[in-house]
């Protein structure tokens, strides 16, 4: 089994190889901005510098990349997560509301999907797939929960630093509970649960 470098490293390579649409070549040096990482500080620049261009040709290319599968499954996630994604950022801007739910919409149906993609191309069988979208949707959560720690805002002004702090220790101790309904070997995702968990004592 790689190790979680060692798929980054794979990740990377990948990412590098990526062709983007032809007629992108206006945006092609951005969106390769956009996947090299770094910190928020990006975002705020891109849109003033993109418009938000650079993000709608990600996501199309998300999809087109999706699509040269031999199974609809995998954009059909994409789909559903984008939809949740806009739901939230609706939710967000107009309403507000519950700030657990938002986030179950703007992140945690992302990182679902994530899991969920994986889950088609290994055909696990449909049967077997909610621990582990169970666990995704968590894990989501506990990352929005912990980014507003880092930041202090969203649930740090709604509930306060102590209360945002016990909420990712229950998010994370849910995520676990997940894993352990997970009937294979994951031993990958507790590292990368423990390594947001670090950030959570750390924050």
């Known amino acids: 089994m790689n190790s979680l470098d060692e798929h980054r490293g794979l990740i990377e390579a990948y990412l590098e190889r990526i062709v983007f649409n032809r007629d992108l070549g206006f945006v092609d040096g951005v969106m390769r901005y956009a996947l090299s990482g770094g910190g928020k500080r990006i975002r705020p620049v891109l849109c003033l510098a993109t418009g938000v261009l650079a993000g709608d040709a990600l996501l199309a290319q998300a999809f087109d990349l999706a699509l040269t599968l031999s199974m609809v499954e995998p954009a059909r996630e994409l789909a559903d997560a984008t939809l949740g994604m806009i739901a939230g950022q609706y939710r967000d801007i107009k309403e507000r509301g519950d700030l657990r739910e938002l ?16 889950l088609w191309v290994a055909r696990v069988p449909v049967v077997d797939h909610g621990p582990w979208r169970m666990f995704g949707k968590e894990f989501g959560l506990l990352f929005q929960i912990l980014d507003d720690i880092a930041d202090g805002d969203g649930l740090v002004g709604e509930l306060g630093r102590d209360e945002a702090h016990a909420l990712a220790m229950k998010t994370e101790g849910r995520a676990r509970l997940w894993l352990d309904e997970i009937a294979a070997d994951t031993s990958l995702l507790d590292e990368l649960l423990s390594g947001l968990k670090t950030r959570a004592v750390a924050s």
């Open 103 to 118: 986030y179950e919409l703007k992140t945690g149906r992302l990182f679902e999907a994530a899991v969920a993609c994986g």
